[in-house]
């Protein structure tokens, strides 16, 4: 049981807390006994979890390759799940090892992803705002 006093106004109070069961609580004030209903806790808001279909299904690339399909084996990939930030290149853009092909947030860092190396990009698989798990195809090279 806990015992507190308090004085508001100029009045004193004794009160005692007793047992709290199923959200009811015995309490006492000055000498005289109370039952108190007790707010339930507000549940944590659950968030959806909203996974996108893989980059290569969710967006068709912005340049279709002449066999009609894209070869995601010459494709930088992402190391991590996160979130697309920037795409810095488009279709028929030529790129160097090294440089910065799209920037991807992942736990609250930006992370620029460079090309591994050179040639031309021959599709871009995702957007500004696409969520990405680890290994997603991003961005052809070849």
Same mark, same amino acid.
């Not at 004794?14 to 047992?19: C, D, L, Q, R």
């Not at 995601?72 to 190391?79: E, G, M, R, Y």
């Given at each position: 049981?806990?015992?507190y006093?308090?004085t508001i106004?100029g009045?004193?109070y004794?009160?005692?807390?007793?047992?709290i069961?199923?959200n009811?609580?015995?309490?006492t004030?000055n000498?005289?006994e109370?039952?108190?209903e007790?707010?339930k806790e507000?549940?944590?808001?659950k968030?959806?979890v909203?996974?996108?279909r893989?980059?290569?299904e969710?967006a068709a690339?912005?340049?279709?390759?002449?066999?009609? =399909? $894209?070869? &995601?084996?010459?494709?930088? *990939? @992402?190391?991590?799940?996160?979130v !697309?930030? %920037?795409? =810095? $290149?488009? &279709?028929?853009?030529?790129? *160097? @090892?090294?440089?910065?092909?799209? !920037?991807? %947030?992942?736990m609250?860092?930006a992370?620029?992803?460079?090309a591994?190396?050179?040639?031309?990009v021959t599709?871009v698989?995702v957007?500004?705002?696409?969520?990405v798990?680890?290994?997603?195809?991003?961005v052809?090279?070849?």
């Open positions: 049981m806990k015992e006093k308090y106004n009045n004193k004794e009160v005692a807390i007793g047992e069961v199923d009811f609580a015995t309490v004030v000498g005289e109370y039952k108190v007790m707010e507000a549940e944590p808001e968030k959806k909203v996974v996108a893989p980059a290569a969710a690339p912005t340049s279709a390759p002449a066999a009609g =399909k $894209v070869n &995601v084996n010459n494709a930088l *990939k @992402a190391p991590l799940p996160g !697309v930030t %920037e795409v =810095k $290149v488009a &279709v028929g853009d030529e790129v *160097k @090892a090294g440089d910065t092909v799209v !920037v991807l %947030e992942a609250k860092m992370n620029n992803l460079e591994e190396n050179s040639g031309k599709a698989l957007k500004e705002g696409d969520s798990m680890e290994d997603t195809p991003l052809v090279i070849e």
